[in-house]
């Protein structure tokens, strides 16, 4: 079963996987009763969550089964509902490559513009490549773009892209995977290999591996950066319970 289950995830392709996961929220509540594990976003408790991840980045017990979130979506939710981002009064909003466990609930929002992008999906507003993004500078008050620099060619010119249509003022989240026992970015052009590139990067269709540089390399597309680190800014946070990836941090990188 188990065996099934990691096939189906890591080959079916990702609009099969959504519509699956609608079947998946009927039947999680009574398949995984119980209280051991909480997610924060869809506010459910269950038995334990789904196992998750490429056989090299492989881990147990982190995919909520209702709303499929994992350690990053749940960081960020937990970020997003101490700031000002649901109560601030008007939010221009850019969301490229959006979340399925977000998308929902930002576009109820009556506080947010919501404009999402995307190279393809034909879900999203906007298509475009993320190296030229065919809108006007300092129009959007918070962007996300998570878990996409990792694919592109040249991530600083993509940064750069991000930090011209911020608003001055504005601020974004870029989450992308980091190797945090490594010092530095692990990049390396002649590894085009699928199963070398899952070795080397983490995943088939990575370019890079972070490392703890990766807030320097937002500095150098001209961002602030501002670290929102759970362990220290909330208070009486059960780690274990949401399944959290104890290294993460938030970056928040700001257009000032
Ligand atoms: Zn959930």
Same mark, same amino acid.
């Given at each position: 079963?188990?065996?099934?289950?990691?096939?189906?995830?890591?080959?079916?392709?990702?609009?099969?996987?959504?519509?699956?996961?609608?079947?998946?929220?009927?039947?999680?509540?009574?398949?995984?009763? *119980?209280?051991?594990?909480?997610?924060?976003?869809?506010?459910?408790?269950?038995?334990?969550?789904?196992?998750?991840?490429?056989?090299? #980045?492989?881990?147990?017990?982190?995919?909520?089964?209702?709303?499929?979130?994992? /350690?990053?979506?749940?960081?960020?939710?937990?970020?997003?509902?101490?700031?000002?981002?649901?109560?601030?009064?008007?939010?221009?909003?850019?969301?490229?490559?959006?979340?399925?466990?977000?998308?929902?609930?930002?576009?109820?929002?009556?506080?947010?513009?919501?404009?999402? #992008?995307?190279?393809?999906?034909?879900?999203?507003?906007?298509?475009?490549?993320?190296?030229?993004?065919?809108?006007?500078?300092?129009?959007?008050?918070?962007?996300?773009?998570?878990?996409?620099?990792?694919?592109?060619?040249?991530?600083?010119?993509?940064?750069?892209?991000?930090?011209?249509?911020?608003?001055? *003022?504005?601020? *974004?989240?870029?989450?992308?995977?980091?190797?945090?026992?490594? /010092?530095?970015?692990?990049?390396?052009?002649?590894?085009?290999?699928?199963?070398?590139?899952?070795?080397?990067?983490?995943?088939?269709?990575?370019?890079?591996?972070? *490392?703890?540089?990766?807030?320097?390399?937002?500095?150098?597309?001209?961002?602030?950066?501002?670290?929102?680190?759970?362990?220290?800014?909330?208070?009486?946070?059960?780690?274990?319970?949401?399944?959290?990836?104890?290294?993460?941090?938030?970056?928040? #990188?700001?257009?000032?």
């Amino acid at each position: 079963m188990k065996t099934i289950y990691k096939y189906l995830l890591n080959t079916l392709p990702r609009p099969l996987l959504i519509r699956l996961s609608y079947v998946f929220k009927l039947f999680a509540p009574i398949a995984f009763k *119980g209280s051991n594990v909480e997610c924060p976003v869809c506010e459910r408790k269950f038995r334990k969550f789904l196992s998750y991840g490429s056989d090299i #980045a492989h881990r147990e017990n982190v995919l909520c089964p209702y709303d499929l979130t994992l /350690e990053r979506h749940r960081l960020l939710w937990l970020y997003l509902k101490q700031s000002n981002f649901f109560s601030e009064k008007k939010i221009n909003l850019l969301h490229i490559a959006p979340e399925q466990c977000f998308y929902p609930i930002f576009k109820k929002q009556t506080n947010l513009n919501y404009t999402t #992008a995307d190279l393809e999906s034909p879900l999203a507003d906007l298509h475009f490549d993320l190296h030229q993004i065919p809108l006007d500078e300092n129009s959007y008050d918070v962007i996300f773009c998570n878990h996409v620099l990792e694919h592109v060619k040249d991530d600083h010119q993509c940064m750069t892209e991000l930090y011209r249509v911020m608003k001055k *003022g504005g601020w *974004g989240i870029f989450q992308v995977p980091i190797n945090y026992e490594s /010092e530095s970015t692990y990049e390396d052009s002649t590894i085009t290999d699928p199963k070398e590139r899952e070795k080397h990067f983490w995943q088939k269709d990575h370019l890079r591996l972070y *490392g703890k540089d990766y807030p320097i390399k937002l500095e150098k597309a001209g961002f602030k950066i501002e670290i929102f680190n759970p362990r220290t800014d909330l208070k009486k946070l059960n780690y274990q319970k949401m399944r959290l990836n104890p290294d993460e941090l938030v970056y928040i #990188a700001i257009k000032q």
